[in-house]
């Protein structure tokens, strides 16, 4: 079973940046696309970006220039950089795969809850002064 832990997350101040982390266990991340949602309380949960099994990237309008995912197949990880926090930024972020039957697991589908999977606990943002 495809396992997903996020980390990285914490409070910082406005205009400052985070690092999060997807690891994965039990399987290797290459293998797949891995796309990164948020949640803020009372809100959907909003796609943001993925990167396909050959590295190439789709980000949601939202957050172009200031958010960056990236991965290090070495340590089975995809990062999310986050900088210019905003209080808006606030939320529980989340990765996940490509839910298996839809497309390849390893292209990136669009950036919908419903084409996802396999989904991790979340990592909590909070940007506050």
């Known amino acids: 079973q495809l396992q997903l832990v996020e980390s990285g997350g914490g409070l910082v101040q406005p205009g400052g940046s985070l690092r999060l982390s997807c690891a994965a266990s039990g399987f290797p991340l290459d293998d797949y696309a891995i796309g990164w949602f948020r949640q803020a309380p009372g809100k959907e949960r909003e796609g943001l970006s993925c990167?396909?099994?050959?590295?190439?990237?789709v980000y949601a309008d939202s957050v172009k220039g200031r958010f960056t995912i990236s991965r290090d197949s070495a340590k089975n990880t995809v990062y999310l950089q986050i900088n210019s926090l905003v209080p808006d930024d606030t939320a529980t972020y989340y990765c996940?795969?490509?839910?298996?039957?839809?497309?390849?697991?390893?292209?990136?589908?669009?950036?919908?809850?419903?084409?996802?999977?396999?989904w991790g606990q979340g990592t909590q943002v909070t940007v506050s002064s």
């Open positions: 996940a795969v490509p839910r298996p039957g839809l497309l390849d697991q390893r292209i990136c589908p669009p950036l919908l809850s419903a084409t996802f999977d396999s």
């Open positions: 990167i396909n099994w050959r590295a190439r990237t």
